[in-house]
């Protein structure tokens, strides 16, 4: 079956543009996670998505960063007027969020990443 | 806030070898804890994932133990292969969000 896939896999863009990352989360996967993974760091919290809606946003780290969510399926997060500092591995997850007992199975997928470069 | 830490951060051995990669966490209120490796340039495959109620999850080579009361968790890699070498990084679920380590760079040298 399709695992989580992002596009694109490479990004280079000049700095103050604005760019467009997208998630295809795994079919039926309720939950959608945003990441960022910096050279020789670790990984980043950005966003989570539930259906549709975002009950977590404390990750993003300024209000050029935005993601929404439609249709429960696709992502998209998008930076606005990039800076230097935005050049990171930009990952998405999904899982099926089981509630109550189940919680304990929720399980992350991982997509490949984005590779976002602002020169 | 969850904090969760590898030791050591980066780890070399020869072919063959076993081999144990640590992490802790802050706040054993966890539902589950995940095991990731993650190659150069890729995203993170997953390995195991251990219930809270459970102790230990094992996949051919591997096996995972989490202690929550202690806060650790122990990833035992047998008859290591240079084809394990990679970055592995464990994660704790708290029902809302996944808290991930720094990770552990393994190399296995040939």
């Known amino acids: 079956g399709a695992g989580v896939s992002q596009s694109p896999s490479n990004k280079v863009t000049e700095k103050g543009k604005d760019v467009e990352l997208r998630c295809d989360p795994i079919?039926?996967?309720?939950?959608l996670y945003w990441y960022r993974q910096s050279l020789g760091q670790g990984l980043e919290f950005l966003i989570y998505?539930?259906?549709?809606?975002?009950?977590?946003k404390s990750g993003l780290p300024s209000d050029r960063f935005s993601a929404e969510r439609t249709g429960g399926s696709v992502s998209t997060l998008t930076i606005q007027r990039t800076q230097q500092e935005d050049s990171a591995v930009y990952l998405c997850?999904?899982?099926?969020?089981?509630?109550?007992?189940?919680?304990?199975?929720?399980?992350?997928?991982f997509g490949p990443g984005t590779r976002l470069t602002v020169l | 806030k969850q904090e969760v830490t590898q030791i050591p951060a980066a780890l070399s051995v020869p072919e063959g070898e076993n081999l144990v990669l640590n992490c802790s966490f802050t706040?054993?209120?966890?539902?589950?804890l995940q095991w990731f490796r993650q190659d150069p340039g890729k995203g993170l495959t997953s390995l195991l994932l251990?219930?809270?109620?459970?102790r230990e999850q094992t996949s051919g080579r591997l096996n995972a133990s989490l202690d929550k009361s202690s806060g650790r968790s122990t990833l035992y890699i047998a008859a290591s292969q240079p084809g394990d070498s990679a970055t592995y990084l464990c994660?704790?679920?708290?029902?809302?969000?996944?808290?991930f380590g720094t990770g552990t760079s393994l190399t296995v040298i040939p």
């Open positions: 706040d054993s209120a966890i539902y589950n």
């Open positions: 251990i219930q809270s109620s459970q």
């Open positions: 994660a704790v679920y708290t029902g809302n969000q996944f808290y």
């Open positions: 997850a999904s899982s099926l969020l089981r509630t109550g007992a189940a919680t304990s199975y929720n399980e992350q997928f």
């Open positions: 998505f539930q259906g549709n809606s975002a009950p977590d």
């Open positions: 079919s039926g996967h309720t939950a």
